[in-house]
């Protein structure tokens, strides 16, 4: 292995190690390691700059600016205070009601920001009811990483294989909405069967629940309005946006603009509460990728990939399915598949196969496998402190106990839908 090669695998094994020990921010760690290619001279800094994805940075930017002014409107905590008064307060309902709304929202809007509007109602209501809220903030990690799943912009992992292959909002849609039903009902039973003993209260108490005013959440209807419209028309772009010729992130960016426009909101009051360390934390990892694939270590990997499984694609989809799925269940899934977008591309020049259904079992295995422990998704680290800050928390060992054999379920029924759907 020559020198520079050797110098980019032991700066990005140093940076995925203190990733995983958390004991530095993330997006610390990834801008040093990304900074350090460079001084090196593995990476030069034109290079490092074009192996940055544009497009998937632009695509979360726009969201999460679209996100942020729509929120405002209490439109979201409306919707979850109707479901528990449609349910009529019935503990049991609403965990179910809840993990729905929860797993559609992820769809469509960012995993955080889904759990971080549905904790808030979440606690109201289980304090209205005098329950444990432990059962429904579970449910609702669980559903946010399965939801995210689904579309194009459900989850990070999503947004950067869709920048890296050219995979649409309609593609995803069409290969993953399937697989995700399927295995929402299933964690949602299985979950009411889990916790079917803690959703009992008293009558009284669920009338309770009938006496509040979700109207009184949506504290600006005429933002609602122009939120709601541009929402509409950013969607209605995402799924034309192949046949517009026009970049997910350009739809989105536009969306974010118009928005921004129509608000009234100063630039600098919405851009505060952009995740920027996430943004950040995505150009020090693009910069990381690109020095292993310029040295050959990414090809090196997929012949080794190629070797193991002799080239045959059934063994590769369970491969990179069940690694994906473990392996992000321990660590971020975002770094392993900023690792695995170029594998796979090196392991269809390689081989001469084709590996597109690999996207597809990437995705599910990543996304999936974020649920199997309580820091396996961002999602899950956020519910987690907002219950400890709320004297309710959430230990690692209560939760794998919960969610690893619901993740190793999950699994293991898309494993015979991409064996049935792709690999017959």
Not at 392 to 411: D, G, K, Q
Request: proline content about 3%; aromatic content about 10%; some cysteine.
């Amino acid at each position: 292995m020559a020198a520079p090669a050797f110098m980019a695998l032991l700066i990005f094994i140093l940076v995925y190690l203190l990733i995983i020990s958390e004991k530095v921010h993330r997006t610390k760690v990834a801008l040093i390691g990304a900074v350090l290619v460079i001084l090196v001279k593995i990476l030069p800094q034109e290079e490092a700059v074009r192996a940055v994805d544009f497009n998937t940075l632009g695509l979360l930017i726009g969201m999460m600016i679209l996100v942020t002014i729509s929120r405002r409107t209490g439109v979201f905590q409306y919707i979850a205070v109707k479901a528990a008064k449609l349910v009529q307060g019935n503990p049991a309902r609403i965990l179910v009601a809840f993990f729905a709304i929860t797993a559609i929202a992820s769809a469509f809007l960012d995993n955080v920001t889904t759990v971080l509007l549905l904790t808030s109602i979440t606690f109201a209501i289980t304090e209205v009811l005098d329950m444990n809220p432990i059962p429904f903030l579970v449910s609702e990690i669980i559903a946010s990483n399965i939801g995210g799943t689904a579309t194009l912009i459900g989850d990070p992992p999503n947004i950067m294989i869709g920048g890296a292959t050219g995979l649409g909002f309609v593609d995803f849609i069409a290969n993953l909405t399937l697989p995700i039903i399927l295995v929402g009902i299933v964690n949602c039973f299985l979950l009411y069967l889990i916790f079917k003993k803690d959703l009992t209260v008293s009558r009284e108490m669920q009338l309770k629940i009938l006496e509040l005013d979700e109207r009184a959440f949506l504290t600006d209807r005429r933002l609602l309005i122009k939120s709601l419209a541009v929402l509409a028309a950013v969607m209605a772009g995402f799924l034309l946006h192949q046949t517009l010729h026009l970049e997910s992130a350009t739809i989105a960016m536009a969306g974010a603009a118009v928005l921004l426009l129509v608000s009234g909101f100063e630039p600098e009051e919405v851009f505060q509460e952009v995740e920027w360390n996430t943004i950040f934390f995505f150009i020090g990892l693009f910069i990381l990728v690109g020095a292993l694939e310029v040295t050959g270590i990414i090809k090196m990997i997929a012949q080794w990939g190629l070797d193991i499984t002799k080239g045959n694609i059934v063994f590769m989809n369970f491969l990179i399915l069940w690694l994906s799925a473990l392996a992000s269940a321990f660590i971020d899934n975002i770094p392993f598949v900023a690792t695995m977008i170029p594998l796979i591309k090196s392991m269809a020049q390689l081989g001469g196969i084709d590996v597109s259904s690999l996207w597809w079992t990437l995705s599910l295995g990543a996304c999936l496998g974020g649920n199997g422990t309580i820091i396996g998704a961002s999602a899950n680290v956020v519910v987690s402190s907002i219950a400890a800050a709320h004297g309710r928390p959430i230990s690692f060992a209560y939760y794998f106990r919960i969610a690893f054999p619901l993740m190793i379920i999950s699994i293991a029924i898309v494993n015979l839908y991409v064996y049935l759907v792709y690999l017959q």
